[in-house]
């Protein structure tokens, strides 16, 4: 008997893209619909036919684009026959409804298509809980949705009632589960909060930017780590945290997180608050824009309104335009750097070019929060000599028959607050010349 084999593999899903745009949206170089796509793709499905847009001063109340463009999306649900319609716009669950009925399709929102793709990126329990609160949250104000098959129906003797019923029953659960998950999430962010506090030792470096990016190329390019770095949005959403080794020997530690975007559901802004922080609260923001980009310049705008609204945006920050491998006119990448405060480096995390301008900065910064100190290690303290070669920078070295080894070290601040605490009575420590710049980040971004 012949066994002819079934493929068990779950069919990818076919999209139809459709939007509205308004006049206070931000602009797509590449075209509307361009980030949609590329959600569409990170989500695990494909886009069938060209798109729909529709231009508007404001939203229809109750279908979010006009009739006419409404019945436009209909005829191309017929002649591609997708799967599912995707709207690139916040909908309101009457007209996430109203928009199914007339197409006899499910309909999924922005919102719901990040939330989705969040979901199947988280890795840590925390992300695993943020997303389902934000999920949980979304879908809160959308259960009539889900029960219409419950709607009393007029007449109909038995109908009347289990509808109402069901809905307010998982209201209830709903609501029970949102609050269970704040309680479990706002535990995790005290010990995420003593575990950055342990950090406060060390020069930190946090790594920012639109999704996609290049961060965690550029952070296993600099640490030697090997976290997943792939060419799609949201590859990354837990913070990591490794150790750089510069040149002169001192240690820095990076963190990335998740990455950006344009129109972000303001209520995952909310549930990953916590991860935000984390990376957040650090000496320097390190802001990396994909240069190659052909809407540079409107991603580096959402990542400073994202920094803004978490109290972030007057951080020291680095910028990094990474890609620079890829950019195909030089001056285009120039006008990027124009006018911008601060430092600008010009890098590929995957060639390793300008990586050595970018240590150069980050060792100046750490030079300027660094005090420049006169110590004498007695011979018979090899563990705290041993300490100091890992944090500071030696500028002179001889040695002692009687008082043991004289040096001249730059050293960071805080980790001379720590050497101090650590060290014997035995070790002399003279400051010759304290930092320039102070430590910022001894308290988290409100």
Known sequence: MTRIPLDTKRPTERALLCGVVFPDQPVETAGPLTEARGLVAA????????????????????????????????????????????????????????LEKAWGLRAVDRSELILDIFA???????????????????????????????????????????????????????????????????????????????RTEAFTLGLVGYTNAGKSTLLNRLTGSDVLAADMLFATLDTRTRRWKLGDGREVLVSDTVGFLQRLPHHLVASFHATLEEALTVDILLHVVDASHPDAAGQMAAVEKVLANVGAEHRTQILALNKIDRVEDPIRAQLLAKDRAGDVVFVSAVTGVGLDQLEACVARHLDERSAIVRITVPFSEGASLAALKRTAVFLDERHDAELGTLLKVRIADRELGAFRRSAPPSVAIDVLEPAAVRFSSAEPPS
């Open 120 to 198: 199947r990126r988280a890795q840590s329990r925390q992300a695993r809980l943020q997303v389902e609160l934000a999920q949980t949250e979304y879908l809160m104000p959308r259960l009539r949705r889900m029960w219409t098959h419950l709607e009393r129906m007029e007449g109909a003797i038995g109908t009347r009632g289990p509808g109402e019923t069901q809905l307010e029953t998982d209201r209830r659960l709903i609501k029970r589960r949102i609050q269970d998950l704040r309680e479990e999430l706002v535990e995790i962010e005290r010990r995420k909060r003593r575990e950055v506090q342990t």
């Open 43 to 98: 989500a695990g499905s494909e886009v069938v036919g060209e798109g729909l847009v529709q231009r508007r001063e404001r939203p229809d109340p109750s279908t979010m684009m006009g009739k006419g463009k409404v019945q436009e999306v209909k005829q191309a649900i017929e002649q591609h026959r997708p799967d599912l319609v995707v709207v690139d716009n916040d909908l309101t669950p009457a007209q996430g409804r109203n």
